[in-house]
């Protein structure tokens, strides 16, 4: 038995031991508060048509609080393991699959993360002809890419909707979100109004993909989309849940028409994002900062896959990691690439459509 004068000391110090067990405790979960958090994403596929370039952007790859704390290492047997990204162009000879390791690591050299994806370098030919209905925002309003993925295609791909000219015609509405294309949204350009978009049904009140054919006379082979820019949140849970809405609705007139997500590009450097302003002169993006908006769009596309990845179908058009978002926006615009994005766009559009389009 305890001698009956131990018994008060014992009880000290096993609130002692709480008390200290209790203390490490919050310590641990206070330090984790300021323990650099790493994530990343990539895709299970890449594609690169002969004679384009693809690059991966570590910095795009990788959300970090803490940029320069890791480094990246890219393993393949073709391409290039540069400072700051994956380049790879296309080649004939190279034609076929190709293991493609990411390795992330610490100041320490000791290993995060790691990743392992494949690289289709497929042939620049497409066997027949596609007429893709792109849907989106002012990314892909009447944007040149539309233009050089012709061209790249040889006339092969064309594009098709009630806006813009007769081979690059297409959807996109400035200032739209996913969310826009399910609701009775009015699009006005340059001050003027074009009605409310073309996709909603006003007698079932909601998006109908049916109704926009009959409605427009348009039956594309492909369907794109591509939005997230506006809209974009914390949660990306709405975009997501509206592109799904949309997806299918469309898969429930046609069962097997090819369905592209292009994921949205990040936004660029904060200087941009800073001094961005509208017509007017006032600030356009006020309060925002690079890397909160860098988080959004990682959780987007990490939203999206977990949604559409295995998804029958529907490919995910991995943009947000191959637009050099650092060198290609235009001066005072956070928002919208220059002639460089364009082809960057085209490249990485027309790949995945070498790779995956089947007559």
Known sequence: MIDKKLRPLLAVFALLLSVLLFWNISLQRELEKYKPQV??????????AV?????????????????????????????????????????????GDYPLTLTIY?????????????????????????????????????????????????????FTGTRGWEKY???????????????????????????????????????????????TGKNPDV??????????????????????????????YDKEIPIYLVNTIYWAEQEKIGT?????GMAFLPGEFKNRSDKRIMDLMKAMDKKFGSMDGVTLIPLALMHNSKENFQDGDALHPGEAGD???AEVMYSVYCGTLEH
């Open 51 to 95: 004679g384009s370039t693809i690059e991966l952007y570590n910095n795009q790859v990788a959300w970090t609080g803490i940029r320069d704390g890791y480094s990246f290492n890219w393993d393949c047997q073709v391409g290039e393991n540069l400072e700051d990204r994956f380049s790879v162009t296309g080649k004939e000879e190279q034609i």
């Open 106 to 158: 610490d100041y320490n050299i000791n290993e995060v993360l790691s990743f392992t994806s494949v690289l289709h370098v497929v042939d620049q030919v497409i066997e027949g002809e596609f007429s893709v209905m792109n849907m989106g925002d002012s990314l892909s309003n009447g944007r040149e890419w539309y233009r050089t993925i012709f061209y790249l295609s040889d006339g092969q791909i064309t």
């Open 169 to 215: 015609s297409h959807e996109g509405r400035s200032g739209f979100s996913a969310e826009d294309y399910l609701n009775p949204t009015e699009y006005f350009s340059q001050g003027d109004s074009e009605g409310v978009h073309p996709f909603y049904d006003p007698v079932q009140n909601m998006f109908d993909w049916n109704y926009y054919k009959m409605y």
């Open 39 to 48: 994530e990343a994403y990539l895709p299970g596929d890449i594609y690169v």
């Open 343 to 345: 082809q960057q766009f």
């Open 276 to 280: 961005m302003v509208r017509q007017d």
């Open 223 to 252: 369907i794109q989309i591509f939005l997230g820019t506006n809209g974009l949140k914390d949660d990306p849970s709405k975009t997501v849940d509206a592109i799904a809405q949309m997806v299918k609705n469309i898969r429930k």
